[in-house]
């Protein structure tokens, strides 16, 4: 189908975005069915599903330690939380870049924060354009924890550098860049406007009087 319009070609780009990492983020948050504290020190006590605390909730719907959730329950809890790392993250974009890694990116903000994905060397590597040098910056960005190096954020970024044979988010990264040639299906940053695809001209139909002047006259 062609994209005609920016808000079709962006939408489309982010719903991809979104079901990419519906799929990866999960492998490095885990799954807690039951509320819990937190003990990583995020400033929010309590965590459940995916690595989803009350900072996405509203005051209304706070939740408690101890309160159960499902498997469809923690998915659908993931999925409305990342629209909130993805649209600060889209804001300082400046250039586009294909979409697992622009997945791989979100994925870092849903860890370390939005404002710290910004300031970091990969957006710094994407806003001009090289997408695989802002890949290869995920190598040691963020890797503390409580002033400690932690090892499942050094898998988390580049395990695959470091024996870990998890797919990590600079591996996520560069599959993007390997894999997805065609620009226009690549995430466009709000500042930027999309390419038009238009769709192929229609063949000029042959009529029947062609068809038959064709077939009596051998032409191929």
């Not at 939005?114 to 970091?120: D, N």
């Not at 299906?185 to 038959?212: D, E, G, H, Q």
Request: include cysteine.
């Amino acid at each position: 189908m062609a994209v005609t319009t920016k808000q079709k070609a962006s939408g489309g780009a982010a719903a991809a975005v979104l079901a990419t990492l519906v799929v990866f983020t999960p492998t490095w948050e885990g799954t807690d069915y039951v509320a819990k504290p937190d003990r990583v020190g995020t400033g929010h006590p309590i965590t459940w599903c995916h690595g989803q605390t009350n900072a996405d909730r509203d005051a209304a719907h706070q939740v408690k330690s101890g309160q159960r959730f499902t498997k469809q329950e923690c998915d659908a809890e993931l999925e409305k939380s990342l629209p909130a790392y993805l649209n600060p993250v889209a804001k300082c974009l400046k250039a586009p870049v294909p979409i697992k890694s622009m997945a791989s990116i979100v994925d870092a903000a849903y860890n370390a924060g939005p404002a710290r994905v910004c300031s970091s060397a990969m957006m710094k590597h994407f806003n001009a354009g090289e997408i695989t040098a802002g890949c290869n910056a995920f190598d040691g960005w963020i890797v503390r924890g409580n002033g400690n190096v932690l090892p499942g954020l050094i898998a988390r970024r580049s395990g695959e550098l470091h024996g870990d044979k998890r797919k990590s988010e600079r591996a996520l990264c560069l599959e993007g860049v390997k894999e997805e040639t065609d620009k226009s299906k690549w995430f466009y940053p709000p500042s930027v406007t999309p390419p038009v695809v238009k769709p192929a001209p229609k063949a000029n139909p042959v009529s029947i009087w062609v068809r038959l002047y064709n077939y009596f006259h051998g032409a191929k």
